[in-house]
């Protein structure tokens, strides 16, 4: 979703559910409304506007959120060689904590966020399955079908590493409300937000844009 800019505080996500999960995480623990979310239109144009706003004067301060896929490390070294070029000191590894580091020279404040967790490699629908509740009485059963599915000869069928989003789809499908978006399954509680990681992303944001306000308990 394109989005009048209106902050010198930008967080750059692949698309349309990144940016809308963000909004609604936001809401739900009141962050200020410090910076734009940028939907980026996917992986690679994130990484060609990256050097781009970082050469811009006027920006303080700059988060990128990424799926990690299938190789933390590959997407770890991307944005790690970005920035390296531009000065900045980056560690070998990702922060569970997500990356921050503060204003180098000229450049603004950077922070990365590699889904689902900066532990693993994984996306977005990672990241979400992981806010479902742990006594979810739906999981059982879409676990279920999405092993019997698996134990069948259907070529069509998804890949290993798009298994989450065969998983959360189903499960947002199987809702009172059928397949709301992810980012409204978060506003309506289908989710929790008081997860554990979502905290950490939560506190990630602020370290980031809020640098003053409380960290989340």
């Given amino acids: 979703m394109k989005v009048r800019e209106k902050f010198n505080a930008k967080l750059l996500v692949e698309g349309n559910d990144d940016q809308h999960v963000v909004w ?20 690679s144009r ?3 506007r990256l050097p781009l706003e970082l050469k811009q004067e006027s920006i303080k301060a700059i988060g990128v959120v990424l799926d990690a896929d299938q190789d933390l490390q590959k997407r770890w070294k991307n944005l790690s060689g970005i920035l390296s070029s531009f000065g900045y000191a980056i560690p070998d590894q990702p922060s569970p904590e997500g990356f921050t580091h503060l204003p180098h020279d000229i450049y603004p404040t950077i922070g990365i966020w590699l889904m689902p967790d900066n532990l693993q490699s994984g996306m977005l629908e990672d990241f979400i399955r992981l806010l479902i509740r742990p006594n979810d009485l ?14 069948q000869p259907i070529d069509s069928r998804y ?19 059928p397949g709301t978006p992810m980012g409204l399954a978060v506003t309506k509680t289908y989710l929790d937000h008081n997860t554990e990681l979502c905290q950490r992303f939560v506190n990630w944001l602020n370290r980031l844009f809020n640098p003053e306000p409380q960290t989340v308990l």
Wanted: charged share 25%; hydrophobic share 45%; with cysteine.
């Fill in 138 to 151: 739906l999981s059982p059963f879409v676990e279920q079908a999405l092993v019997q599915l698996e134990a």
């Fill in 159 to 177: 890949s290993e590493i798009h298994r989450a989003k065969a998983y959360i789809h189903t499960w947002l499908a199987w809702q009172k409300d």
């Fill in 46 to 48: 994130i990484l060609e």
């Fill in 24 to 43: 609604a995480i936001c809401e739900k623990y009141n962050i200020p409304e410090t910076f734009d979310v940028i939907d980026c239109e996917g992986i």
